[in-house]
């Protein structure tokens, strides 16, 4: 999807998808996709201004080692933006409460997942690979995706409106996500 976003904005961009299925997709809107683990990705040196993971580094084995792996491949000014699961999310924190840690298909407890972040953690994961963060998010629950169409229903609205109040009061406690904003480079970043 943000190949597609960004088609049409003259940026030159490449992507790394480890799903065969997924980057076939993706494919037509990027101009190189390699279909590797992002470990073994060829990428150039001091290229890029932007890096995007989104929902990748709790799926690697050594996530500092990606994040210098895509460092050297950036720009010394570039921007790094970064999601990772929420593992102190409300819903988490219930399940431990009764004894529960289940795998699942997707979400925060993914199957996939090698590794678990609170705000926290993930900041110091980006600090042990030389990035300063600027910027930490939550992101609430995809209620689009528990409930597509919803958006149509006075319900879906107000669980919306409920979920962003939330996030505001407590987001440790009812983020679904966390994006980060950072930036590499020897001082922390200023702007």
Sequence with gaps: MLGQVLAGSGLAIDGIELNADWAALARPWYRQMQVVPIEQAALPT??????????VLEH??????VLRQ??????????????????????????????RFPQMERGILDRTHLHFYTRQTAIELLAQAGLHVAQVTPTGVPLDELWPGGEQHALYRLLMRLQHLALRVAPRLFGFQ??????????PWQG
């Design 46 to 55: 001091q290229t890029y201004r932007l890096v995007v993971c989104a929902d």
């Design 60 to 65: 690697t084995v050594d996530p500092v080692a």
């Design 70 to 99: 895509l460092r050297a491949a950036a720009t010394n000014d570039a921007i790094f933006l970064i999601s990772l699961p929420n593992v102190a999310h409300l819903a988490v924190r219930l399940l431990l409460l009764f004894g």
């Design 178 to 187: 966390w994006v980060l904003v950072a930036r590499g480079g020897t001082k």
